[in-house]
């Protein structure tokens, strides 16, 4: 049972309210792209992916790093249900998608990267290290249902 | 493979720090050590209250080392050999199962978010690709002698 903390929801709240979940998510999502680009093995029908700059443009990566952070947001509203909230999307990304769970990983870590470079020093060793936290959480509730 | 066009990113943006780098490097101790928790047991006669000199005095080892690493980007190999033995040797620090994720990896998020934190939107896409990939080098050859 995990266990946040008024604070450290505070934390996480306080920042979300201030994300553009479409920038964000397409920002994430392309710096993934870019910085591992062996995760772009998921993603072969989504066309140009040859440059940072293609890669930044491409509207199907803008597209899904939408929908990836919109799930997010999903965890966000459920903080004391993480399992719970991702048990479907954790079977479908074993089962279907067959993506190693390194791959929540590395997404969060760039996610938090992106964080950084948004919100600059409001992005505090505080703030950081809650949102580590969830990242590491979010990524384990997707990597659950694997068999 | 660190490719010329990274080096010069590296470079480039090691540059901008401007003086900075002693608050750049205490200041990714600080959020090491408060993201990753299990990291202070490398450093249990610390005095981890916020300011300590010793978490500065060792953040400026540590960015010191890593521009002397960017000075000899071309032979990290031989640059680091010291600090290589001496983390494989004396310290030890754990490298959990020699993935790429091992401790070292946690000083090199908390350093690319500090550096997105001061750098904003001028830590593109293909600086932070460079930088990953350059400490992911520094952490590989530091971990050359473990065994």
Same mark, same amino acid.
């Given at each position: 049972?995990?266990?946040?903390?008024?604070?450290?929801?505070?934390?996480?709240?306080?920042?979300?309210?201030?994300?553009?979940?479409?920038?964000?998510?397409?920002?994430?999502?392309?710096?993934?792209?870019?910085?591992?680009?062996?995760?772009?093995?998921?993603?072969?029908?989504?066309?140009?992916?040859?440059?940072?700059?293609?890669?930044?443009?491409?509207?199907?990566?803008?597209?899904?790093?939408?929908? &990836? *952070?919109?799930?997010?947001?999903?965890?966000?509203?459920?903080?004391?249900?993480?399992?719970?909230?991702?048990?479907?999307?954790?079977?479908?990304?074993?089962?279907?998608?067959?993506?190693?769970?390194?791959?929540?990983?590395?997404?969060?870590?760039?996610?938090?990267?992106?964080?950084?470079?948004?919100?600059?020093?409001?992005?505090?060793?505080?703030?950081?290290?809650?949102?580590?936290? *969830?990242?590491?959480? &979010?990524?384990?509730? *997707?990597?659950?249902?694997?068999? | 493979?660190?490719?010329?066009?990274?080096?010069?990113?590296?470079?480039?943006?090691?540059?901008?720090?401007?003086?900075?780098?002693?608050?750049?490097?205490?200041?990714?101790?600080?959020?090491?050590?408060?993201?990753?928790?299990?990291?202070?047991?490398?450093?249990?006669? $610390?005095?981890?209250?916020?300011?300590?000199?010793?978490?500065?005095?060792?953040?400026?080892?540590?960015?010191?080392?890593?521009?002397?690493?960017?000075?000899?980007?071309?032979?990290?190999?031989?640059?680091?050999?010291?600090?290589?033995?001496?983390?494989?040797?004396?310290?030890?620090?754990?490298?959990?199962?020699?993935?790429?994720?091992?401790?070292?990896?946690?000083?090199?998020?908390?350093?690319?978010?500090?550096?997105?934190?001061?750098?904003?939107?001028?830590?593109?896409?293909?600086?932070?690709?460079?930088?990953?990939? $350059?400490?992911?080098?520094?952490?590989?050859?530091?971990?050359?002698?473990?065994?």
């Amino acid at each position: 049972m995990v266990h946040w903390t008024a604070e450290e929801k505070q934390l996480i709240t306080g920042l979300w309210g201030r994300v553009s979940v479409e920038e964000c998510g397409a920002e994430a999502l392309a710096r993934l792209l870019i910085v591992y680009p062996w995760t772009q093995r998921f993603f072969d029908n989504f066309g140009n992916l040859s440059s940072p700059t293609a890669i930044l443009g491409n509207p199907k990566v803008r597209a899904h790093g939408k929908k &990836v *952070l919109t799930s997010f947001g999903e965890a966000i509203k459920n903080l004391d249900n993480l399992k719970g909230t991702y048990s479907k999307l954790s079977e479908l990304h074993c089962d279907k998608l067959h993506v190693d769970p390194e791959n929540f990983r590395l997404l969060g870590d760039i996610l938090i990267i992106v964080l950084a470079a948004h919100f600059t020093k409001d992005f505090t060793p505080a703030c950081q290290a809650v949102w580590q936290k *969830l990242v590491g959480l &979010v990524a384990h509730a *997707l990597a659950r249902k694997y068999h | 493979m660190l490719t010329a066009e990274d080096k010069k990113l590296v470079q480039q943006i090691w540059g901008k720090l401007g003086g900075a780098e002693e608050d750049v490097g205490a200041e990714a101790l600080w959020r090491m050590f408060h993201s990753y928790p299990p990291t202070k047991t490398y450093f249990p006669h $610390f005095d981890m209250s916020p300011g300590s000199d010793q978490i500065r005095g060792h953040g400026k080892k540590v960015v010191a080392a890593l521009g002397t690493a960017i000075k000899n980007i071309d032979n990290l190999s031989q640059a680091l050999s010291e600090l290589s033995n001496l983390h494989a040797y004396n310290l030890r620090v754990d490298p959990v199962n020699f993935k790429p994720r091992f401790s070292l990896q946690f000083l090199a998020q908390c350093l690319q978010v500090v550096l997105a934190t001061r750098l904003g939107k001028e830590y593109s896409p293909e600086a932070h690709s460079a930088v990953d990939k $350059f400490m992911s080098a520094v952490a590989s050859v530091l971990a050359e002698k473990y065994r």
